[in-house]
């Protein structure tokens, strides 16, 4: 049940901002897993404002060529995609695969 899921995620990212604080790798972590479940219950807006700033925390925390500040980028980019901005998507995805074409 994505619900469930979400409610679970969202404990865990209010658990992780407390005891880690908001920019710890695991914190990150939790974000992500509920912009996920966000996402499945097709709550994209909600998804895509926490990939956001899972990205930007993630780019200042470890850097923009880290590979799960690129898994960061592309989430936001489906995200884009789903909710019908496909050129913010198609920035997003080019960037990303740049960055990992540099890093090869």
């Known amino acids: 049940d994505h619900q469930r899921a979400a409610r ?7 658990g992780h901002k407390e005891v880690l604080g908001e920019k710890h790798p695991g914190t990150l972590t939790s974000m992500d897993d509920l912009a996920s479940s966000l996402d499945a219950m097709s709550d ?3 998804a895509a404002e926490l990939n956001r700033t899972c990205l ?3 780019t200042e925390v470890l850097g923009e060529r880290h590979p799960e500040t690129l898994a960061s980028m592309d989430s936001l980019a489906s995200n884009l995609r ?6 913010g998507s198609a920035e997003l995805a080019q960037k990303s695969l740049q960055l990992r074409i540099e890093e090869l």
């Open 82 to 87: 789903a909710m019908g901005d496909h050129q």
């Open 8 to 14: 679970l995620h969202r404990l865990c990212l209010e």
């Open 56 to 58: 930007l925390l993630r």
């Open 44 to 46: 994209r807006s909600s």
